[in-house]
């Protein structure tokens, strides 16, 4: 997307910068500013609900970079996030490992088990790969849910989430939250801009004339699936905590299904999407909460058996209108947009 009138770049790195000009900058020194002070004023529900925001956004970036700039279409990507938290959870328990240990191993135990499944699911393509990986998500759900060490299907417990000998509370924890989405996004917008990002784009375009320029197929997709696991296993790593207890039937292939709808809704290939098909997914459920919590009041008669369902009815419509009328995601028709703003009143 071209600069504002009468800002231009005079070398290659400003080009390729992520932030370009003051403006930029400032807006988004002012928008952690306010992100940060939310946990302040928000009441508990809205906090609650900010922090599994933050961390369905680090879990959707990974399957961004699998999805969106690979194009390997993953429908068991919530399974890599079950990985991240029962490594979280069993480390912490069994062998008292504190919480800073167990981030990194928790991103990298998932990261390893998505190779272990990648490496015969990117010799396929197609129909194929999106079968592949749904089988992952029921076979990892599985060996978790069937294995008594693990504590079957009722889950196990996790440790509290202690940081210089105090209890993290929900404010400190919507802080930690935003650390790790900001530095979430920090590496995935980096990866875009490097030589191992500008091979997952050309494999995702066109993998046929990538191979014959020299870019190893193999290699690149496992990369994308080790990496995007990598940040599933984060997000699982913030959701153990975050809970408190964790079962096999949290991250369900309902909650697969959701990420790759917020991939499609936001705009696969761009970050900014990603981040933009979470919000409106996430306000959406919201939205259609407090819509069910009104109706059943009027109608309890059939609160039962429509309203509970009502959250997925409305996933399903907003993601196939999206499909249907803009297939590029509401972060294109935002930049487009801007576009008419900055030339507005003309035309050209």
Known sequence: ??????????????????????????????????????????????????IMLGIYVVAVLGLHIVTGLCGQFS??????????????????????????????????????????????????????????TIAAQFIIQWVVREGDWAGGVYGTPVPDLVFFGKIVDYRGFWWLTLVVVLASIYFVKNLQRTATGRRLV??????????????????????????????????????????????PLQFDFKLSLMFLGMVIVGGMGSTTGAIFGTVILRLTEKLVDYISAALSDAFPGIAVQIFPAMSLIVFAAVVMFFIMVEPRGAYHRFTRFKIFYRLHPFSF
């Open 75 to 132: 429908m068991g990507h919530s399974a890599f996030m079950l990985v991240g938290a029962y490594t979280t959870a069993l480390l912490g328990q069994k062998y008292g490992v504190p919480a800073w240990g167990t981030l990194p191993l928790a991103g990298l135990f998932a990261g390893v088990v998505g190779l272990v499944f990648a490496t015969p699911a990117v010799r396929i393509k197609g129909f194929y790969l999106v079968m592949a």
């Open 202 to 247: 050309a494999v995702r375009d066109n993998d046929l004339a990538a191979e014959v320029m020299g870019v190893n197929l193999f290699q690149t997709k496992l990369l994308a699936f080790f990496v995007g696991s990598f940040f599933a296993g984060i997000a699982g790593w913030l959701w153990a905590y975050f809970m408190g207890h964790i079962t």
């Open 1 to 50: 997307m071209g600069l504002p009138c009468g800002v231009f770049n005079s070398r290659p790195e400003e080009d390729m910068a992520i932030v370009r000009t003051k403006t930029q900058w400032f807006l988004i020194a002012l928008g952690i500013a306010f992100a940060a002070t939310l946990a302040i004023y928000l009441p508990m529900d809205w906090l609650v609900w900010l």
